[in-house]
T-cell receptor, first 114, second 116 residues
């Protein structure tokens, strides 16, 4: 099983601050690394994703940084807002050709306080 | 929501009873998945399907079975529910309309199952 280790488990950030969530993975061929955002009582929703041949991807206030040599990737939320309070999951694609599976980190509960 | 519905949304049952959860999709996706979500464990894959009558096991398949007799429906069955199967269950589909045209998964709203 290809694991994904996510940290921290929980995070409290002041409004306007930067939220940083880190993930580390083991081994890779060609993988795809999506991030999901989940609000209480809802299913996870795809937030942003990155390929390993790209070192950084930015969408609005959300940025993924990818360090292939260190086998780490991280999510940065700039100017964090109370509406960003949710649980965030990093993931990676696994499985052989045609099977396509996702392995998830254990999640980070983000609380943005006013 | 990628046209995914799950039923029931909430269920309370007793240990030893059979339970079937249904996932229904309206967009003809080939791949469908069942996950369970528990505090401290994130999302773990139970079973997945890559076509009608084609299924395979995931990380935590013990105690669960699945069936897919038509493209739009993927059923998860707990043959004899146990308290350890109390969880939130999510169905997902794979779509190639994800970010940068890559395959990615979209999730349903979930079913909260409590086994007493």
């Amino acid at each position: 099983q290809q694991q994904v280790k996510q940290s921290p488990q929980s995070l409290i950030v002041q409004k306007g601050g930067i939220s940083i969530i880190n993930c580390a993975y083991e081994n890779t061929a060609f993988d795809y690394f999506p991030w999901y955002q989940q609000f209480p009582g809802k299913g996870p929703a795809l937030l942003i994703a990155i390929r390993p041949d790209v070192s950084e991807k930015k969408e609005g206030r959300f940025t993924i940084s990818f360090n292939k040599s260190a086998k780490q990737f991280s999510l940065h939320i700039m100017d964090s807002q109370p509406g960003d309070s949710a649980t965030y999951f990093c993931a990676r694609t696994t499985g052989g050709a045609g099977s396509y599976q996702l392995t998830f980190g254990k999640g980070t509960k983000l609380s943005v306080i006013p | 929501d990628a046209g995914i519905t799950q039923s029931p949304r909430h269920k309370v049952t007793e240990t030893g009873t059979p339970v079937t959860l249904r996932c229904h999709q309206t967009e003809n996706h080939r791949y469908m998945y069942w996950y369970r979500q528990d505090p401290g464990h994130g999302l773990r894959l139970i079973h997945y399907s890559y076509g009608v009558k084609d299924t395979d096991k995931g990380e935590v398949s013990d105690g669960y079975s699945v069936s897919r007799s038509k493209t739009e429906d993927f059923l998860l069955t707990l043959e004899s529910a146990t308290s350890s199967q109390t969880s939130v269950y999510f169905c997902a589909i794979k779509s190639t309309s994800g970010i940068e045209g890559t395959d990615t998964q979209y999730f349903g709203p979930g079913t909260r199952l409590t086994v007493l």
